[in-house]
């Protein structure tokens, strides 16, 4: 970690709005503290996940990856990330072999301290699965020092699930409500440029870091905290005190 307290993020977002939904605030966070954060998206959701785009008469499959593009890219640069596509696919989405290493190559080219990702089991949508397994099993790869000599291994970066849409059904167990109280009209904005192909999903996600900062403030965070996204750890953190 070259600084600790503005650690850099990278989040591997299965479709082209995932890390707007649901990390848009983590994101915009770490960008105003300094962080690096990228995006790495493995699909455009160009199939199951742009219902408003194929409700537009003519619409066509690469005019619809087009559009999540240009709006996912938006998105990102309102937050301050920078982004990349992989276009890997949407129901289903496929990671081969080459895609997988080009993930541990963006890793080790970023080397990121913090990873954001999907659960581990979303019944409803397999896609973020796949996603999340990819996300374990490239940084597995992107630490070993044996692999690709030329470059330089990925640390002991903490992978944080961020919140699925049911968590209930997908086994989700926050251990971690981050306020974004400072940055949640910097994150709305960014939802909303990606309303064109969702816009059922804007209120929903804005109505839920409002319930998250009712429950931060329930678990000791002071009374300004208005909103909040949750995020699940993977691994053991490391301290030198009971907390």
């Known amino acids: 970690m070259s600084d600790t307290t503005t650690p850099s993020v990278l989040v591997v977002s299965a479709h082209a709005a995932d890390f707007v939904w649901r990390a848009g605030g983590a994101i915009a966070l770490s960008a105003q503290r300094g962080s690096a954060v990228h995006v790495a998206c493995l699909s455009f959701g160009e199939r199951g996940e742009s219902q408003g785009l194929w409700k537009q008469e003519g619409m066509t499959l690469e005019r619809v990856k087009q559009t999540r593009r240009e709006q996912a ?3 990102a640069g309102v937050l301050g990330a920078s982004i990349e596509f992989l276009d890997l696919g949407d129901y289903p ?8 290493d080009r993930v541990v190559a963006i890793m080790r080219e970023r080397q990121p301290d913090v990873l954001l990702t999907h659960v581990a089991n979303d019944p409803y ?3 973020h699965n796949l996603a999340h397994e990819t996300t ?3 940084r597995m790869v992107a630490q070993a020092n044996g692999h690709d000599r030329s470059t330089t291994p990925l640390g002991a970066a903490q992978v944080l699930q961020f919140e699925p849409h049911q968590p209930e059904v997908c086994g989700f167990a926050p251990d971690l409500l981050l306020d974004i109280t400072p940055v949640f009209d910097v994150k709305v904005k960014a939802m909303q440029a990606m309303s064109g192909a969702q816009g059922h999903l804007l209120q929903y996600y804005t109505d839920l870091g409002a319930r998250r900062g009712v429950q931060a403030v329930r678990n000791g965070a002071p009374n300004t905290v208005t909103h909040a996204e949750a995020y699940q750890r993977t691994f053991p953190t490391v301290g030198e005190e009971l907390r």
Request: net charge negative; hydrophobic share 40%.
């Open 136 to 138: 374990l099993l490239t």
């Open 125 to 127: 949508n397999r896609d």
């Open 73 to 75: 890219s938006a998105a």
């Open 93 to 100: 989405l496929r990671v081969d072999e080459t895609a997988q």
